[in-house]
């Protein structure tokens, strides 16, 4: 391994402990330091943005095919919880109908984050408004 691989491994390592220490799960750590779905999709049907009470932004970019949802991508200028929330939002809705994706509560976003502070509970809530959004936008587009 090289040197700066080991300093990288050693800082992910560093944050890893931060974030434990603070309260956040194995799980949600890893969603924050892998971002499996961070980023934009070029060919993507819904995009919508939501800036939170924390002054935190995330956009949302939705694939749909005969109102299911194939692909999934945030981008998100916030904190490791919205960052979590947002990449185990899409691990829930991939694939599913608009209604259930709908129907996705902050709730169950938590219990599959497994746990994060309690003080981070409305970045839960951005990341879920944020794809309320872009559904709403979706199936009622504004008349320009
Ligand atoms: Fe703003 Fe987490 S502090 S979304």
Redesign the pocket.
Known sequence: MSGAAREEQADAENVRAMLADSGYSEKAIRYFLHKPYMGSLPDADQVSAMT?????T?SICLKLEDGVIQDVRYEVL?????IA?AMAVVDLIKGKRIPDARSLNDGDVFRALESIPAQ?H??IQ?AVKTLQKALDEYTQPVSP
């Open positions: 939170g009470s924390c002054g935190d995330m916030g904190c490791p919880g919205a929330s981070k409305h970045c951005l």
